[in-house]
């Protein structure tokens, strides 16, 4: 068999026509990309610009930064000495007043007996001053009066011896008559001798007297002399007085400071709360600032710690609701009554100082008080408790 093969060339297969490409305008290309970058930018721009402004504008503000807080007091001993007893288990609840711990006051006792016994003293020492006060007084009224009796008798003396010169110079002149006329045989011896004796009868008498106001000028002399060493003696226990007034009121006091030192052995529940773990046991020896028991307040509050931002509006009576952790479906009310006076970085122990170095901005926070409106149930509160306070501004 034949194979008959064909010299012809192959038939030529037609090819589609082509269509040619068109091409998109640049302002379509990258446009869209554009548009959307712009419009991004506008957002972010807008919302880190205005976010503050929003944050601070809001009616509730809300915070989880935020717990129970309560005074927590370490109640420590002044006064040395040994436990005597703790009244209290850990973690009892307690009223105002109720005796905690109480140390041998056996010492402390025995001080205020002795303080007390010097101040006895000192009030006797007083009196006795006093006594003797009264007794320089009569003393001086002594002294006075017989002053008083010596220019008496001065007077009197004084006054007699005038009356009695009278008589002396009367009788002197009698006597050179009757001298004279004797002379003359005009008189007697006899009334010679009368008249001589009572010339010298009223001598003598006026010697006397002068001795009497001679004597009462000496007694004066004597008793003012007595008057005036009296009155310095009296001077004197004045001026002890007031250092035995003063050593009575130093006595007083060092029996105040017994009796508080005495005080001091035993250490109350300053108000009603509840204690903490014990931290002392009976027999153990003690030493001024010794922490015995902790102490907690049954008076509660929230400290919530807001960003500044938020406090645009926050103001002192604004209402508050508090969420508790440990009640997660009750809500407590109540209102805020402070708000702090400084960002809780300004009351740390170091703060931040910015002037040097680099620096990055961080917001601060601000502790916000919040009381509840039920002290009850602040009392069945405990400090330390996690809660999320919503403060509602009145904007």
């Known amino acids: 068999m034949t194979t008959v093969v064909s010299t012809l060339p192959p038939a030529r297969v037609a090819e589609p026509e082509q269509v040619p490409r068109q091409t998109k305008p640049a302002w379509q290309k990258y446009g869209t990309p554009i548009l959307v970058a712009l419009l991004a930018a506008a957002i972010v721009y807008t919302i880190t610009r205005n976010w503050n402004s929003w944050e601070g504008g809001r009616i509730d503000q809300v915070t ?13 001993t002044k006064v040395a000495g040994i436990v005597r007893d703790v009244e209290v288990s850990d973690f009892q609840h307690v009223h105002k007043g109720e005796l905690l711990v109480e140390l041998d006051d056996d010492d402390y006792k025995a001080q205020v007996a ?36 010596a220019k008496a008798q001065i007077t009197a003396a004084q006054d007699g011896i005038q009356a009695v010169r009278a008589d002396v110079v009367r009788t002197q002149d009698e006597r050179r008559r009757q001298e004279g006329l004797f002379q003359t045989r005009s008189t007697t011896q006899q009334k010679v001798e009368q008249a001589v004796a009572d010339e010298q009868r009223f001598a003598a008498l006026l010697a006397n007297r002068e001795a009497d106001l001679e004597e009462a000028k000496t007694m004066l002399r004597g008793n003012e002399a007595a008057a005036e060493a009296e009155r310095r003696a009296k001077v004197v226990l004045q001026s ?50 010794t922490q015995v028991i902790p102490f907690v307040s049954k008076i509660k509050w929230v400290q919530a710690n807001y960003r500044e931002t938020q406090l645009t509006n926050v103001k002192v009576g604004d209402p508050a609701e508090v969420r508790v952790d440990e009640y997660p479906r009750k809500v407590f ?23 040097t170095g680099n620096f990055t901005k961080v917001v601060q926070r601000i502790q916000v008080k919040v009381v509840f409106d039920d002290s009850n149930v602040a009392a069945t509160l405990r400090p330390g408790l996690s809660v999320i306070a919503t403060v509602r501004t009145g904007r």
């Open 240 to 289: 002890q007085q007031l250092q035995l007034v003063d050593d009575l009121h130093a006595k007083e006091a060092a029996l105040t400071v017994a009796q508080v030192n005495l005080g001091y052995t035993k250490i109350a529940a300053p108000y009603d709360g509840a204690v903490g773990e014990r931290q002392v046991r009976p027999g153990q020896l003690v030493s001024p600032g």
């Open 64 to 76: 989880d930064d935020a717990y129970v807080w309560g005074d927590i007091t370490p109640l420590s």
């Open 333 to 355: 009310h109540g209102k805020v009554i402070e708000i702090a006076p400084a960002s809780g970085s300004r009351f740390a122990l170091l703060p931040p100082d910015n002037a």
């Open 114 to 149: 002795q303080a007390s016994a010097a101040v006895e003293a000192a009030k006797a020492a007083i009196e006795n001053n006093r006594r003797q006060q009264e007794l320089q007084d009569a003393r001086i009224d002594r002294a006075l009066a017989g002053i008083d009796q």
